[in-house]
């Protein structure tokens, strides 16, 4: 294909004729420290610390140990980010987990990556972000009775449209909308934060008492526990899918993410407190909406501003997904892993919008079906797959490439703990409870094979698809890129 040739002649600088002469067209720089905190925080915080606590709460058994795994979360949230930071500094390309699969593994494991993540995790993950964001913003023209399932799906469709516009237009509107919901949502926690300890203040500490009884053991049960409790924290490697449009990455890719996860894990631990504060353990497991019962308790008639701060926080989250989600699928055509058309921008507004439609479509599809929970322990089996694998490649680089220039060394414990966790999320619900979905997402995973060996392997190309492709072209005015590494 056109493409494929220009990276044959310089895969690294690859020039794109743009009316007259020749020019470099790629992503601008236009992710700072704020906004690179913002886009982690923001990310984060989406609706698992409004819906997960019961969930970490059931599976643990009680409030102290469910505590102690929110703070274990954190914990490993950071060591795997901190682990990121130095990929991100060795290869300084966005794309995240896949860059760096293709880049220390080679192409195979790459494209498995990219084929599960862009067909299947991220378009899950965000309906399920999507999803959540429908129920609170509808719930209150629904009083006292659930929300219609039709009205739910309409309003969370409408929800991804919304997102892919903001996305496609521009890059500094993407991220002044991540900023703007980022401060919005820090503001909800810390008002749960307060009313939490207001209430401890008070005495109200009989859920902390005797708070280790009935302490589950079984590590199936822990492993599930962590799942729900690391929903909460997915996000913490956002930032390294978005390497090539950060301003000063060596400098701003640690910064920001020494900021903002210690942030929010303190935030997370805080509002987990004010809620056992808030309700009896048995009322928090009984609560749909642990958030919503909160605010009834605590607020009284101002109790819908807590359905409001949801509703604000999961889309916030759900544009920051959005934003890291389409470069995955951006940077794999980039490689020849997809269609070359999702490798490339728009001419003007220089945002990857083909890939961002891409996932759009595969988003609008996922909402016709599944569940939050289901997608939640799915989506967190096969993420901690890669991670383990990504991990692994750094300890890699680290041993038996010693040499290779970074700016930012993490001490090797810490991916090794880190791999270490991962092999045990991957492995403790099989080896526990085993369960027939788990044997669907690993056949679907190796389904990619059928694809990898003639479309990339090779590289069969129907004369039909690139007349497809020049049509798109002209329809979408977008053009091939070059990268912006080193």
């Not at 999507?130 to 009205?151: M, R």
């Not at 969370?156 to 900023?179: K, P, W, Y």
Request: aromatic letters at 12%.
């Amino acid at each position: 294909s056109i493409m494929r040739e220009r990276k044959a002649t310089d895969p690294l600088h690859s020039s794109t004729d743009l009316s007259e002469g020749k020019e470099k067209l790629r992503l601008k720089q236009e992710v700072g420290l704020i906004s690179s905190v913002s886009l982690i925080a923001g990310t984060m915080i989406g609706s698992g610390i409004f819906m997960s606590p019961e969930w970490v709460l059931h599976h643990m058994g009680n409030p102290a140990s469910s505590l102690l795994i929110w703070a274990a979360c954190g914990l490993l949230a950071m060591f795997g980010a901190l682990s990121y930071a130095e990929l991100g500094t060795i290869i300084k390309e966005s794309g995240g987990e896949y860059i760096y699969i293709l880049r220390i593994f080679g192409s195979f494991p790459a494209f498995i990556f990219a084929y599960t993540s862009v067909i299947l995790v991220r378009p899950a993950g965000l309906a399920a972000v999507c999803l959540s964001f429908a129920e609170y913003a509808i719930a209150p023209f629904y009083p006292g009775c659930s929300s219609p399932q039709v009205a739910v799906k309409c309003t969370a469709a409408a929800c991804i449209l919304i997102l892919a516009i903001i996305n496609s237009l521009n890059v500094r509107l993407a991220t002044s909308v991540m900023n703007i919901f980022t401060a919005a949502k820090l503001l909800a926690l810390l008002v749960i934060v307060v009313g939490g300890l207001v209430l401890l203040a008070k005495g109200q500490t009989q859920s902390f008492q005797n708070g280790f009884q009935g302490t589950t053991a079984g590590i199936g049960a822990v492993g599930v526990a962590f799942y729900q409790g690391l929903w909460s924290y997915d996000g913490w490697n956002n930032l390294n899918y978005v390497t090539e449009e950060l301003r000063k990455p060596e400098v701003t890719l640690p910064r920001a993410l020494m900021i903002a996860i210690p942030l929010v894990t303190c935030l997370y631990l805080l509002v987990n407190v004010s809620y056992l504060a808030a309700m009896t353990p048995s009322e928090l497991l009984s609560s749909g909406a642990v958030a919503v019962t909160w605010g009834d308790k605590v607020l009284g008639s101002w109790a819908w501003l807590i359905s409001l701060s949801v509703a604000l926080s999961t889309f916030g989250s759900s544009n920051g997904t959005f934003f890291s989600g389409g470069r995955v699928c951006y940077i794999a055509a980039r490689e020849g892993h997809l269609p070359d058309i999702l490798s490339m921008a728009h001419v003007r507004r220089l945002t990857p919008s083909p890939a961002l439609l891409f996932t759009s479509a595969m988003s609008l599809i996922m909402i016709i079906s599944g569940s939050f929970t289901s997608i939640v322990n799915f989506f967190s089996f096969v993420a901690w797959l890669f991670y383990g694998m990504t991990i692994s490649g750094l300890l890699y680089l680290k041993i038996k490439k010693p040499e290779l220039p970074r700016s930012y060394k993490v001490p090797i414990i810490i991916p090794i703990i880190v791999l270490m966790a991962a092999v045990y999320l991957v492995l403790a619900p099989i080896i526990d409870q085993p369960q027939t979905e788990i044997l669907y997402i690993v056949l679907f995973i190796f389904s990619g094979i059928i694809f990898y060996f003639p479309l990339v392997r090779f590289k069969y190309h129907p004369r039909f698809l690139q007349r497809v492709t020049l049509h798109l072209q002209l329809l979408l005015e977008v053009a091939p890129t070059t990268r912006d590494a080193n």
